[in-house]
């Protein structure tokens, strides 16, 4: 008599359920590395370079397991920079002196190690901040920094130097210090911060009286001239190096709205960031939204919203409110923010200030932050969204996808596309799909979401599978999908397998000695051993989802069965 069997799933790991109804295939998921004051990175500048870098590819490791993808990379702190520059000189934080050059050449190896893991590197430069002038007299590298090359561009406030936006000569030393970034260089992108004057008692007299031709009032000749220099920097970059996204981060409020009293971009610091946009000079910003909804933070989304012409809105995070001891935000109050831009139509992605405030390790709330996103809104992989109003570029499909059992996996192989010496491909996209082609708008079939080989090895935990392989270039453009033939491992009609709500029933002519269930990426969520002929098990506990049982029978027979959670 055959043994009927009631088995409650107990899972081997968490599974966590979006709160979204759709994953995003498409998102910037960002973060700030600060370099000054060794904020992040490196963690001391007496390091050798060897530990500096495993530093580096320890936290960008972590960055890739939560798929995270795109770093902002501090290039520039206080008129010094972490690139090989005859203009600036070299950052302190790095060579633990004021003297040395770099010990090695940081920017590139920070771009190298970033494009390894499939992520975009964007240099974070600060233009006009230039610190204090003890800073400033520190440095011995043939009188470099800014204050001694040209100290007839300095104005202090607030004990603190900075470059004079008012005086065009200041335009035409930064545009020609960042040609020199963008010409030795390959960063995705360029982003800006304290792209702003620091207040309104900002001692520029001189500058109004000898460059305001045009008469205007203080205020609107501060807003013109970043303007104006926003502008001269773009035309630099399209000559310089045209591939190059242009990005800023500017005050989270760009002008209050009723029964708010927030500092402003446009009016307190005289950043008039939409106007770039609307100007065409800048692709994405990233508005340092760095409060709650006391301050207005899904309407202040809605008004970037609405003077973004359709560029990209990344929300920059207050990760660091977590444990800055004035504020005590918890990790949820972050990941609920992630949840609120994701609901926000016309947002495509957050970025967190900063690095040690998001990575495990770093202190409690940091970690529970990290694993939150990990296991839930980062669960799966997110390609970076297209600008089509910068360029579009159409790369072409993987040529000869083949899938071949070998050793109990599938050995899948392709070739480059036909036009990839045109367009060259940054990485390939897998996804599995069983009797039928895959959906690539379905991100949740991505079994390798990024791979720059063009051969991968996976589970066999599925009859009749097959694999597409798609194709994505620089300019995050995929291209249409090549797909391998039908691969059937096994089949065998005496097993039954039916599904009636959250109930499997399994029935076997022989003892069922195992039931495996893996995810869509062959990950184990649950193993069961229930020796009987029949099986029914309650499946209530799983997250939404595809899975696949793999059912072993007596006398070594594997089926392998699809099934939707």
């Given at each position: ?15 966590a ?12 998921r960002?973060?700030?590395?600060e370099?000054?004051?060794?904020l992040?990175?490196p963690?001391?500048s ?9 530093e ?12 995270f ?7 520039q ?7 090989i520059?005859?203009i600036?000189?070299?950052?302190v934080?790095f060579?633990?002196?004021y ?22 590197c ?13 800073r ?8 470099k920094?800014p ?8 104005v202090?406030?607030?004990?603190q130097?900075?470059l ?15 040609r020199?970034?963008l ?6 992108g360029v982003?800006?911060?304290y ?8 001692d ?9 031709p045009e ?21 630099m970059?399209?000559?310089?190096n ?17 029964g708010?009293g ?9 950043q ?11 692709h ?9 909804e006391?301050y207005?933070?899904?309407?202040n ?9 359709g560029?990209?809105f990344?929300?920059?995070?207050a990760?660091?409110?977590m ?7 918890e ?21 967190f200030?900063?690095a040690?405030n ?10 529970e ?7 839930n809104?980062?669960k ?11 360029e579009v ?6 040529q ?16 480059k596309?036909?036009?990839?010496n ?10 599995r ?11 949740t079939t ?35 999908p090549s797909t391998s ?21 399994i029935s076997?002519?022989?003892?069922i000695?195992?039931?495996?269930i893996?995810?869509?990426a ?8 229930p ?6 098990i ?5 997250a ?14 594997e ?7």
């Amino acid at each position: 008599m055959k043994k009927l069997l009631l088995l409650t799933l107990v899972t081997i790991e968490t599974l966590a359920v979006f709160a979204q109804t759709n994953v995003p295939k498409r998102e910037v998921r960002a973060v700030w590395l600060e370099t000054v004051d060794k904020l992040d990175w490196p963690s001391s500048s007496s390091k050798t370079e060897s530990a500096q870098k495993k530093e580096l590819c320890d936290i960008l490791d972590n960055f890739a397991a939560a798929n995270f993808n795109t770093i902002l990379f501090q290039a520039q702190a206080r008129g010094d920079v972490a690139w090989i520059s005859s203009i600036q000189p070299a950052m302190v934080e790095f060579t633990n002196n004021y003297s040395s050059a770099l010990p090695y050449d940081v920017a590139q190896f920070v771009i190298d190690e970033c494009h390894k893991r499939c992520m975009e590197c964007h240099a974070t430069i600060i233009p006009y901040r230039l610190g204090t002038a003890t800073r400033a007299n520190s440095y011995k590298q043939t009188a470099k920094h800014p204050y001694k090359s040209h100290p007839e561009l300095c104005v202090t406030y607030n004990n603190q130097l900075y470059l004079d936006p008012g005086n065009p000569a200041t335009t035409e030393y930064l545009v020609e210090l960042y040609r020199e970034l963008l010409s030795k260089y390959n960063f995705d992108g360029v982003s800006f911060d304290y792209c702003r004057y620091p207040g309104s008692a900002f001692d520029d007299a001189a500058s109004y009286k000898a460059y305001n031709p045009e008469g205007l009032p203080k205020e609107d000749w501060r807003r013109q001239n970043i303007n104006s220099f926003i502008s001269a920097f773009y035309d630099m970059v399209q000559e310089t190096n045209p591939h190059v996204k242009v990005g800023a981060a500017p005050i989270g409020t760009y002008t209050n709205l009723p029964g708010y009293g927030n500092a402003t971009a446009y009016g307190s610091y005289y950043q008039d960031a939409c106007q770039w946009v609307k100007n065409g000079d800048c692709h994405t910003l990233y508005p340092q939204m760095y409060w709650n909804e006391t301050y207005g933070f899904t309407p202040n989304m809605a008004t970037w919203v609405n003077n973004m012409e359709g560029r990209q809105f990344v929300v920059g995070l207050a990760a660091y409110k977590m444990v800055d001891g004035k504020n005590d935000w918890e990790a949820s109050d972050v990941t609920e923010q992630v949840d609120k831009v994701r609901k926000q139509e016309g947002t495509c992605g957050v970025c967190f200030f900063r690095a040690k405030n998001v990575l495990p390790g770093q202190g409690t709330k940091q970690t529970e932050l990290y694993n939150l996103l990990k296991d839930n809104q980062f669960k799966y992989p997110a390609h970076i969204p297209t600008m089509e109003y910068k360029e579009v570029t159409l790369p072409g499909s993987p040529q000869n996808v083949t899938a071949a059992l070998v050793n109990g996996q599938y050995q899948i192989t392709w070739e480059k596309p036909d036009n990839a010496n045109e367009n060259p491909i940054w990485y390939y996209c897998i996804y599995r799909e069983n009797e039928g082609s895959a959906d690539i708008d379905d991100i949740t079939t991505a079994i390798i979401a990024k791979t720059q080989q063009t051969s991968v090895t996976v589970p066999a935990i599925s009859s009749n599978d097959t694999f597409s392989v798609t194709a994505f270039d620089m300019n995050n453009y995929e291209s249409s999908p090549s797909t391998s033939s039908i691969c059937d491992i096994t089949a065998d009609n005496a097993v039954t397998f039916t599904k009636t709500g959250n109930i499997l029933e399994i029935s076997a002519p022989d003892t069922i000695n195992s039931v495996i269930i893996t995810d869509i990426a062959g990950k184990t969520v649950l193993k069961l051993a229930p020796m009987t002929e029949n099986a029914s098990i309650d499946c209530n506990s799983l997250a939404a989802g595809t899975y696949f049982a793999k059912i072993s029978v007596e006398n070594n027979r594997e089926i392998v069965k699809k099934f939707i959670k």
